[in-house]
């Protein structure tokens, strides 16, 4: 327990952007491929771990490290999507998602295999925090947020302006008349899972940097994801960034009334009243 | 009879997006009739049935069964007071036999209570369910299917299986979506024979159909619905003349 | 001799993975429910009937302070309660929507579970687990049957391969009853029993509870069998496992479920006989789950219905096999 202290607010906008990609990410892919993605909070690990391995183990600086690790992502996305995922294609949302998670599993256990199971840390420098307005601000954090906002604006310019972007928004809400109006199917499940994996990576990256990496990072982050995607309405973009940015800062100013330890279940807190209040999502698109 | 119509419909709205499916329509059902509704494609019937019977929430409108109001009312509950219907695309289940379909039917049943089932204290229910089933199977000519998966079924029959299904419940009011589409011609007949002595009995019918010629031979009463309201509603030989609901059928989208 | 303790105590642990197998096939196999918190109602049921059964120490590092000392049956009742008790309070925020939900939200419960035992050390000790738990009828073992004898580890095998089976006809006979045509159907399209009167919301909280509830009954013969316990026996890739093995034996089969438990059971213990100096020895644990993840998409793909399940009932219906 503790008394409200503004930093909250900020550890809550670091949380939020964390939060808010991954929640993206997420509900993109739901848009396009219909079903949840367990292993997603691996794609998370997994770029983290990637850019642990060049920056520590290789000795490469951790911008260019962390470069490699968050663009990887893209291609090992569309990887999997070809080895496993299009083989069951045909099947339903049920057996995508048993599916998905067998593959968290494998790729958990896979980072476990390479780079052990123990808690790790990218090679930076101790900072100094310096203080404004009674707030302490490391640079990394900074960097967090603004280059959250910068990758979020950047895909909503996408899903606004691109043609492949409104392509993605026709057929998340409705994929077989995208199919009839000759919206190419194939190329756009490249495109998402390319974008998606590229969020996942940026997010595991960030999530690493701000505290530690550990092969369960991506399953325990999840918790909170999912609650903002359904918050936000599963396969509604704007909603799951909304969500995050609120299940971050609630997290955060959690704190005031129950031990840190539990931050995790304001999340499911959030997830459970919003499932019993509004199970459509908070803008009512969460139909199915 | 009772003053009160079995169903009366009042006012009943439904949009979807910017979509409006239902737009303000109003009819009633009397007690042991048939009654048709008729309509082009896109005027409202099936988004109707799914609000009479709760599987849509109106967004206006009331809809009262017996008198009670049932809005607000989920779909199990509205079954439960003796309102069920058939689905237009069959659910079946498909990885449950043709019998156990049937069986599922059974209403008030004990063994479907946890305590009952492990102690069998339910066999001469299920028993009894079985016997009515295989009556109503015969019927519909289902009888040598009933051990097959109702996945493997054709689509006529899966018709007549989910008909025959909800003949199990002993209904009150019966909602047919398109009961005959696909069906064997030689057992339509049939069909409207047995929907007859139902109505004998008691049995009161809303049924969408295609096949005009068919509606108006059985129904009491037709109810012509288009854009979402209620064109007209009467006797067949009245809203056959009808010529808006005329105009809808030639002009609209078929 | 040794060899037989050995093969005693993979049959004990084979059995209580079996009761899980059994209740996770209500939810899944009977069901469609997606319950990822197995393990956690696992966890529930094992702490509470250790916390029940198992009285507080004092001492330096004693954290616990609620511990009570009822017989072992008394600590078995309370578990399956609670566990039961535990699941159906977590379906009933999912219950009304679409299976997705309930899988996140199981998902999240069963992290929140394995917190609260790791952090909640007044009631469970923490990290350092609970010691001492009461073996029912130690007492009474070795014990000279006959020319015979028989050691704890035999009578508790019997005891287990007891349970296992009085719970596979419990379930067996719940799953072709009247009540298990209303889960099926459930499974299927649950619009269609709606359609007809059932109340599925009801249904769905019993057969989770049921289940929930076998876990616990599970757990708690876990711990007084290995008289201690600690939180990294309940993680999530138990779970995990006990899904596998449900798919892979066959998904709807109570038969199924116990043999697909059996299979993973059997490439969690061969895997343990490998040396630890080949490549890879330490890394065998992760090894297996990779192993059994790929078993997992492997047996989805090329055999949806498992190794016992009904090819046709799969050609027929929709949740596996077709689209």
Known sequence: MATFDPQFIWFGLVSGSLIALGALGLTLIFGILDFINIAYGEYMALGAFIAFGLNVEYGLPLVVAALVGVLAMGPIAIALDKVVFQHFRKRSATVLLVVSIGLSFILRNVIRVVWGSGSKRFDVPIEQAPTYFGIQILADQVLIILLSLVVLGGTFLLLQRTDVGIAMRAASDDSELARIRGVDTNRLVLYVWLVGGVIAGLAGVMLGLDGQLRPNMGFLALIPIFAAVILGGIGDPIGAVVGGYAIGLTQELSVIFIPTEYKAIIGLVLLVIGLLTRPDGLFGEATR | ?254 | MAYATLLTTVGIIAAIYALLAIGMNMHWGDTGLLNFAHAGFFAVGAYASTIVTTPTTSGLLAERTVGFAFPVVVGLVVAAVLAAVVGVVIALTSVRLQGDYLAMVTLSAAEIIRLIVKNESWLTSGAQGINNIPRPAAGAFPLQVGGFTVGYDLFYLGLMLAIVGASYLVFTRLSSSPFGRVLHAIREDEDVPRALGKRTATFKLKSFGLGAGLAGLAGALWSHYFFAINPTMFLPALTFSIWAAVIIGGAGSYAGAIVGTAFIVGIRQVTRFLPSDIPFGNELPFIRLILIGVALIVVLYFRPQGLLGDRERMAAGQDMGGS
């Open chain 2, 1 to 254: 009879m009772s003053a009160d119509p079995l169903l009366a419909v009042e006012d009943l709205q439904k949009s979807f997006g910017g979509l409006t499916a239902v737009d303000g329509a109003s009819f009633t059902v009397e007690a042991g009739t048939v009654v048709g509704l008729i309509g082009p494609n896109g005027a409202g019937k099936s988004t109707t049935f799914n609000l009479v019977t709760g599987f849509y929430e109106a967004d206006g409108g009331s809809v009262r069964f017996r008198g009670e109001d049932v809005v607000g009312l989920a779909p199990e509950e509205r079954a439960q007071r003796g309102m069920i219907r058939t689905f237009q695309i069959t659910r079946e289940l498909t990885g449950m036999r043709v019998r156990q379909n049937m069986h599922l039917g059974g209403q008030d049943h004990d063994g479907e209570k946890v305590v009952h089932a492990l102690a069998g204290t339910a066999a001469d229910q299920e028993r009894e369910i079985a016997s009515r089933a295989e009556d109503i199977l015969k019927q519909l000519e289902l009888w040598d299917l009933r051990d097959e998966y109702a996945g493997n079924l054709s689509g006529g029959q899966r018709k007549l299986l989910e008909l025959g299904r909800a003949l199990m419940t002993e209904p009150d009011l019966l909602l047919l979506d398109e009961p005959m589409a696909g069906v064997n011609p030689s057992l339509t007949d049939d069909i409207i024979d047995m929907i007859e002595e139902l109505k004998g009995r008691g049995l009161t019918f809303l049924i969408v159909e295609h096949d005009i010629d068919m509606i108006m031979d059985i129904s009491d009463t037709v109810i012509g619905m288009h854009q979402g309201r209620v064109l007209t509603s009467g006797p067949p030989e009245e809203v056959q003349q009808n010529e808006e609901l005329l105009e809808a059928y030639i002009g609209g989208a078929v």
